[in-house]
């Protein structure tokens, strides 16, 4: 009995090492057809499970040279901008984003939005908002507020800053903490944003 079982592993392993060493020399689609039939030999009772190159679709042959982008605020909007590459201040930390990214949804923190394209960089502050990186090459920009980092004066935003934080240390209330907290959240972010 245990001379029966060790030759039923010892099959076993020999098929899937025929099927490793062959695997290099085949083509993916025919070490597919392989794999399939080596499983029908082995388990002929289960479906067999599917392959990585089932789940996957083949990339563009081509990927696009400029990045498309859409930002969309309520006091600022430009649409179908093509760019080099495009940094979002994501709350998960910088990303970067080029032609031929993958698509992924991100969610933006208060800081500073930097457009390239070829040696100009145009930076904007947004507060708050969603970023959609397609991947088809466009990115769609959704901001709670866009404003042009040349355009905010420096002097307000250190007046605000310092009435906030009063706000927020004799607020009585959570609702009015909560409210002056994210003020000066986004207000310490701006203030980085125009010393860096």
Do not use: C
Request: proline share 6%.
């Amino acid at each position: 009995m245990i001379r029966r079982a060790t030759t039923g592993l010892l099959s076993r392993s020999t098929v899937i090492g025929v099927y490793h060493r062959q695997l290099s020399s085949i083509e993916v689609s025919a070490a597919d057809e392989l794999f399939m039939m080596a499983w029908k030999r082995i388990m002929p009772n289960l479906d067999p499970p599917k392959t990585p190159l089932a789940f996957m679709r083949p990339r563009p042959s081509s990927i696009a040279s400029k990045l498309t982008v859409n930002l969309v605020s309520p006091y600022s909007e430009f649409s179908n901008k093509e760019v080099d590459m495009v940094i979002v201040p994501a709350t998960t930390g910088q990303m970067g984003i080029l032609p031929g990214h993958m698509a992924s949804i991100s969610e933006i923190k208060p800081g500073v939005l930097s457009i390239h394209d070829g040696n100009d960089v145009k930076k904007y502050f947004v507060s708050s908002g969603f970023a959609f990186f397609h991947s088809n090459s466009v990115a769609d920009i959704m901001a709670a507020e866009a404003v042009p980092i040349e355009q905010v004066d420096p002097a307000s935003v250190q007046k605000q800053f310092t009435e906030f934080t009063q706000k927020l240390s004799s607020a009585s209330t959570d609702l009015e903490k909560a409210e002056a907290q994210i003020r000066v959240d986004v207000l310490v972010a701006l203030n980085s944003a125009l010393s860096g």
